[in-house]
């Protein structure tokens, strides 16, 4: 295989920001396997949280890029398990890998991922759009610029409940909220309850990840659902969230692609939790990648492109919450040259 690197910057359409921090601009690394004319894209993003960037990632998979070109794939599954002990420090960079096998395995196939693997498409979720942190006239300018069915509320302020209270006013969409790890348990069961009353469906990730100790009374206490982000990373994290979260958010670029997502689904499936993919602000290469997994999950946020003022290709597209497929195999996504 020929393996291609590109590096982006992703420019937002808003400032974006969350509890922790501000953006505007997302690098992100978009990977490409060509074989015998056909090609494969992945992608994965610069996350200061994670302490990754783009020249790391270009690194990470250039130090391998013999391994990589001579490789000979049969499935993406043993391409990935050949990868893992190379890259079992790097997920991010091993995300953007699988993504691009697997694009390019369903087009060696001729199908788009969903139907190669049998799924039915009929009842899929629709994607949330974020709001993200800013003052509340800001967040209800950007709310109704953007007429949208469900929304995630970005929070993590000290105006968190009268920030949902002032959105709310201006639409009936269903709500859901996350704190990127910014509050504490008796902040988190009290705002909960004031939330459940305005119309929020669950907090995704309300404290830190390693206050097992505060999340398992919260989860104990919490007149709404809780869905693990930071808390659930890896495919071992699936059970560590069992009894603290009802349900698990899954991050392609975090737990290393579509093959050990697959997995963390099925994990999840088993202990009756809810599952959701969300988005790490990917361009439509990787959230082409997400939408293949749409018939397994219960909740998705996928909004990635629709924060960006300029994408790197064309694929799946949104519409009112309605995630459309393009009509090519493999994931659907196609560069802009």
Same mark, same amino acid.
């Given at each position: 295989?020929?393996?291609? %690197?590109? +590096?982006?910057?992703? @420019?937002?359409? !808003?400032?974006?920001?969350?509890?922790?921090?501000?953006?505007?601009? $997302? *690098?992100?690394?978009?990977?490409?396997?060509?074989?015998?004319?056909?090609?494969?894209?992945?992608?994965?993003?610069?996350?200061?949280?994670?302490?990754?960037?783009? =020249?790391?990632?270009?690194?990470?998979?250039?130090?391998?890029?013999?391994?990589?070109?001579?490789? !000979?794939?049969?499935?993406?599954?043993?391409?990935?398990?050949?990868?893992? +002990?190379?890259?079992?420090? #790097?997920?991010?960079?091993?995300?953007?890998?699988?993504?691009?096998?697997?694009?390019?395995?369903?087009? $060696?196939?001729?199908? +788009? %991922?969903?139907?190669?693997?049998?799924?039915?498409?009929?009842? #899929?979720?629709?994607?949330?759009?974020?709001?993200?942190?800013?003052?509340?006239?800001?967040?209800? $300018?950007?709310?109704?610029?953007? *007429?949208?069915?469900?929304? @995630?509320?970005?929070?993590?302020?000290?105006?968190?409940?009268?920030?949902?209270?002032?959105?709310?006013? !201006?639409?009936?969409?269903?709500?859901?909220?996350?704190?990127?790890?910014?509050?504490?348990?008796?902040?988190?069961?009290?705002?909960?309850?004031?939330?459940?009353?305005?119309?929020?469906?669950?907090?995704? $990730?309300?404290?830190?990840?390693?206050? /097992?100790?505060?999340?398992?009374?919260?989860?104990?206490?919490?007149?709404? *659902?809780?869905?693990?982000?930071?808390?659930?990373? %890896?495919?071992?994290?699936?059970? /560590?969230?069992?009894?603290?979260?009802?349900?698990?958010?899954?991050?392609?670029?975090?737990?290393?692609?579509?093959?050990?997502?697959? /997995?963390?689904?099925?994990?999840?499936?088993?202990?009756?939790? @809810?599952?959701?993919?969300?988005?790490?602000?990917?361009?439509?290469?990787?959230?082409?990648?997400?939408?293949?997994?749409?018939?397994? %999950?219960?909740?998705?946020?996928?909004?990635?492109?629709?924060?960006?003022?300029?994408?790197?290709?064309?694929?799946?597209?949104?519409? &009112?919450?309605?995630? &459309?497929?393009?009509?090519? =195999?493999?994931?659907?996504?196609?560069?802009?040259?």
């Amino acid at each position: 295989m020929d393996l291609h %690197l590109y +590096p982006y910057e992703l @420019k937002f359409r !808003h400032t974006f920001t969350i509890s922790r921090k501000s953006k505007d601009v $997302q *690098p992100s690394l978009v990977v490409e396997l060509i074989n015998k004319g056909l090609s494969g894209l992945g992608e994965t993003v610069d996350n200061s949280y994670y302490h990754m960037t783009v =020249p790391m990632l270009m690194d990470a998979i250039n130090e391998h890029r013999a391994f990589i070109e001579q490789y !000979h794939l049969t499935t993406p599954e043993k391409f990935w398990e050949d990868l893992y +002990p190379k890259f079992s420090d #790097n997920m991010f960079a091993l995300c953007a890998l699988d993504l691009a096998a697997w694009d390019l395995y369903g087009k $060696q196939k001729g199908m +788009p %991922l969903y139907k190669l693997w049998g799924l039915d498409i009929s009842r #899929n979720p629709m994607t949330d759009y974020t709001i993200g942190i800013d003052t509340i006239e800001n967040m209800v $300018q950007k709310l109704e610029e953007f *007429p949208w069915p469900i929304y @995630k509320i970005k929070l993590g302020t000290k105006e968190d409940i009268a920030i949902i209270k002032a959105l709310r006013q !201006h639409t009936a969409a269903v709500f859901r909220v996350d704190a990127n790890c910014a509050w504490g348990v008796e902040e988190t069961i009290s705002n909960a309850i004031a939330l459940k009353e305005l119309g929020v469906e669950f907090i995704e $990730q309300p404290m830190a990840a390693a206050d /097992r100790e505060g999340m398992k009374r919260v989860y104990e206490h919490s007149v709404l *659902p809780l869905i693990a982000d930071e808390s659930c990373i %890896l495919e071992s994290d699936v059970a /560590r969230c069992h009894g603290y979260f009802h349900g698990i958010n899954i991050k392609l670029v975090k737990c290393g692609g579509i093959t050990p997502a697959r /997995r963390m689904i099925a994990a999840a499936r088993a202990l009756g939790m @809810k599952v959701m993919t969300g988005s790490m602000n990917e361009s439509t290469v990787g959230t082409s990648a997400v939408a293949q997994l749409l018939p397994y %999950l219960d909740y998705v946020d996928m909004d990635g492109p629709l924060l960006l003022a300029d994408d790197t290709a064309t694929g799946i597209t949104m519409e &009112h919450g309605r995630v &459309h497929y393009a009509d090519r =195999p493999g994931t659907g996504a196609l560069l802009k040259r």
